[in-house]
């Protein structure tokens, strides 16, 4: 399946929120704590609200009878455009807390930048979506902190999932073909200076949590071409199970 | 799942129309910066408010309920301490 560039963004601006909110609502009724449960599981559905947004912005795109759920539930693992880094499997809390830190720092200063888009509905979603973005930044910052700088097993534990997730982290500033195009027409967000920003931001963090950022030079891609780890399928055949198997079910 | 070695919490919520802080419940948290994000993410998810305090439950001293009739009783009989002997012009509303 190949869309024009337009509508591939917008899909893969929706898949990552999607992808991440379900992954952290895998956590809902497992949390380490009540509060903690109450507080992953509220940050997934406000992942899961902005990938609806979007979604919904993409089958307007679409057209014809194109709904948010025939895209949500509809497609298979390589239409999907989101990186790798949101679909990595929960591991434990650290590694959950990790992941969600690495990526709002991302979302931080990605729609802070969509927010300038010629397109003024990614423009406005945006806006809206960078005032719950802000809060899950703080959130997982205050947790990389207290376990990176915890006890000695978390901060094992915080190495371990750095080990398991930077390599994820390069693919967030390298843009595929359609981001190409529309970011020569100020559409898409130009990542190019948002590593820094992004690395800045991270280093803080990891400094005061106790952490070093790798030098691992490798960087795994490909998610956002549809080039996906393994991880994906196994979500996408547990969350799009009911629809695929009654089409159009409603309740 | 809590395996009881966090503090308890007193969480206190001011509403948008609120003038005072009233107590919204309580909950677990290591300390006072993750007891207010606890808070924010318990308490406050229907718009409940816009301002929170929290406070340890162990500094909360109460008064002792046997005491409640030595305590409470004696103003029972006290309608003078109510300002209610005022004849009061139409005028005045509010009041």
């Known amino acids: ?138 959130w997982s910052s205050e947790w990389v902190i207290r376990l990176g700088d915890g006890t000695e097993e978390s901060h094992a534990r915080m190495e371990r999932a750095l080990d398991q997730l930077w390599k994820f982290t390069g693919e967030l500033f390298v843009p595929a073909g359609y981001e190409r195009a529309l970011s020569v027409a100020g559409i898409a967000v130009d990542l190019t200076p948002l590593g820094p920003m992004w690395r800045g931001r991270v280093e803080e963090v990891f400094a005061e949590a106790q952490l070093s950022l790798p030098d691992a030079a490798w960087m795994q891609r490909g998610g956002k071409e549809g080039r996906h780890t393994e991880h994906l399928g196994y979500l996408l055949a547990e969350m799009q199970f009911l629809q695929k198997t009654y089409p159009g079910c409603e309740w | 799942m809590h395996d009881g070695q966090w503090p308890l919490w007193e969480v206190f919520i001011r509403s948008k129309q609120g003038l005072d802080h009233k107590h919204a419940g309580s909950l677990h948290a290591a300390d006072a910066a993750m007891a207010i994000e ?58």
């Open chain 2, 38 to 95: 606890n808070a924010r993410d318990v308490y406050t998810r229907r718009m409940e408010g816009v301002s929170i305090w929290v406070v340890e439950s162990k500094y909360i001293h109460a008064s002792n309920p046997d005491e409640a009739s030595s305590l409470y009783d004696p103003a029972n009989d006290k309608v003078y301490r109510h300002p209610t002997f005022y004849d009061l012009p139409d005028e005045l509303k509010h009041m």
């Open chain 1, 1 to 138: 399946m190949g869309y024009p560039a337009h509508i591939e963004y917008a899909l893969h601006l929706a898949d990552n929120a999607m992808i991440l909110g379900h992954r952290n609502s895998e956590w809902t009724g497992y949390g380490p704590i009540l509060e903690q449960d109450i507080a992953l599981s509220n940050i997934a559905l406000d992942l899961i609200g902005q990938s609806r947004y979007l979604y919904q912005y993409a089958a307007r795109l679409i057209g014809s009878d194109t709904t948010e759920d025939i895209l949500a539930y509809g497609r298979d693992a390589w239409d999907f455009r989101n990186c790798l880094l949101v679909e990595q499997d929960n591991g434990d809390w650290g590694k959950t807390i990790l992941r969600q830190f690495l990526f709002s720092a991302w979302q931080f200063y990605f729609y802070g930048q969509l927010l300038h888009s010629q397109d003024r509905e990614l423009a406005a979603i945006a806006e809206k979506s960078l005032k719950e973005v802000t809060y899950h930044l703080r």
